[in-house]
């Protein structure tokens, strides 16, 4: 991972959010990552969306595994808290930091290998548990640090740089996640910071588990005319189903869309969605129907895009435990350690 900082030279005349703010102010260290990664352009989505939020980074939780996604967290929010954990076993740390302190927003960076693969246990139960955070998947479809084998999400048919033909039916974390009962799914293209950087700021303000898949090809290892996951096979084969803009609660709301092709989703603190169908019939509140839509898409040999399905009512992971509301190191000492009547009466109940 890259420790390399970079200079620190800020125009006079940069933006400022509202904290004062400039987007060098929300950046990490140099990148080590190929040139031309789509990596990389997650995190500049990442950062963008961070100022334009006026998040502050020292309320942010970067989490990650193993992997060439999970140098990320390294690159963008250098205020922030970070760990980067044991392959796979990402999830867990994130379970453990939103439940002792639920105000920070947690940003969990992974990959189709880290997630799909060894940690798609730990993934699945963080999503079921309607967990509070924003989960990233950079999604190439190849394992990048041990040269370019098959990941978990490698389409049938696909060819790797050498030749191999893969012949196992991949993952989709997407059709997963609804399946096993995600609040909030989107997919994007690193390529497509016009989509990808409102539906980052959506799933940040999402009450639960906000799932983004998004397909970020490996220059490297599979970029090559056989891959379905490269940037020329992902721009012929991208269909977006909606087109997001995330409008905060302070702002008034406006569209020019007609009637009939738009539809604003209310969050639960206020901010909206606001999402302009790209197929009239298409709607992200309804699981069957976009689990029909990506599947149709699927069999097309085609990516469907955006925010594919949003559900505001579920419990959270905390509602459902009847956590505090207090963040645990804030919680005084004398109701941590409430003394030995009271642990005896606990244990009593067990008995």
Request: with cysteine; hydrophobic share 35%.
């Amino acid at each position: 991972m890259s420790y390399i900082t970079k200079p620190k030279v800020h125009h006079p005349k940069l933006p400022r959010n509202k904290l004062g703010l400039t987007r060098r102010d929300y950046e990490g260290t140099m990148s080590t990552l190929c040139a031309g990664c789509g990596h990389d352009s997650v995190t500049a989505a990442l950062i963008e969306a961070c100022f334009e939020l006026s998040l502050e980074p020292n309320k942010i939780a970067k989490l990650s595994g193993i992997g060439c996604s999970s140098k990320t967290p390294a690159y963008f929010l250098s205020g922030a808290h970070g760990f980067n954990g044991v392959h796979g076993r990402m999830p867990a740390i994130a379970t453990g930091s939103n439940a002792a302190n639920r105000s920070l927003h947690v940003i969990g960076i992974s990959g189709d290998g880290d997630s799909l693969s060894i940690g798609l246990g730990q993934f699945v139960h963080a999503l079921r548990r309607n967990l509070n955070m924003l989960y990233i998947i950079e999604n190439n479809g190849v394992y990048g640090l041990t040269k370019g084998q098959f990941s978990a999400s490698a389409d049938i048919g696909t060819k790797a740089k050498r030749g191999e033909v893969n012949l196992q039916t991949p993952i989709d974390p997407v059709r997963a996640g609804i399946a096993l009962g995600a609040t909030f799914i989107a997919r994007s293209f690193s390529g497509d910071r016009d989509q990808l950087v409102p539906l980052i700021k959506a799933g940040l303000h999402h009450r639960g588990f906000a799932l983004i898949d998004v397909l970020s090809p490996c220059v490297t290892f599979n970029d090559h005319e056989d891959s379905t996951k490269s940037y020329a096979f992902t721009r012929q084969y991208y269909h977006p189903a909606i087109h997001t803009d995330f409008i905060p609660a302070a702002t008034e709301i406006s569209a020019s869309y007609k009637v009939g092709e738009s539809v604003s989703v209310k969050l639960h603190d206020g901010t909206q969605i606001l999402l302009r169908k790209v197929d009239s019939q298409y709607d992200p509140q309804d699981k069957k129907a976009a689990l029909n839509s990506i599947n149709d898409r699927a069999a097309q040999g085609e990516f469907l895009t955006g925010l594919l399905y949003i559900d505001e009512s579920s419990p959270t992971f905390h509602e459902l435990n009847g956590t505090t509301s207090t963040p645990l190191n804030e919680v005084p000492f004398e109701k941590l350690s409430p003394g030995s009547a009271i642990l005896k009466k606990i244990l009593s109940r067990y008995k």
